[in-house]
């Protein structure tokens, strides 16, 4: 079955739109993040202000990095369908090649904010 004869069927049709309502919270999650980052400033006391300057890239870098990575892992299987990814030698089908995509992207921006981070 072809992703568009998938996407005719009532589950195709359920994952699809479960998937953009997802993607849309996902979105409206992290621009809240981005938000809270910015008035973070009129909490009382010194104590996540200091926290999230002195581990910034624990404290947002990371969280966002997975939101970033989630969103794209979701938004390329709604374009594409199906996620399939080959590491190594080794296939991934099926509910494992997601995990495992979103696991290599996340470890690049995990390794990117590391090298980049002064």
Known sequence: MNKQEFNQTP???LQLTMSWVLVVILTLFGLFLIFKLATVHNTPGDYWSSLIREQFPVMVGMPLAGLGCLFLTLVLRISTGPVECEVGGLKFKGGAA???FWLICFMVCIVGIKLLWQ
Do not use: D, E, M, R
């Open 11 to 13: 589950l195709g049709k």
């Open 98 to 100: 997601p995990i495992v």
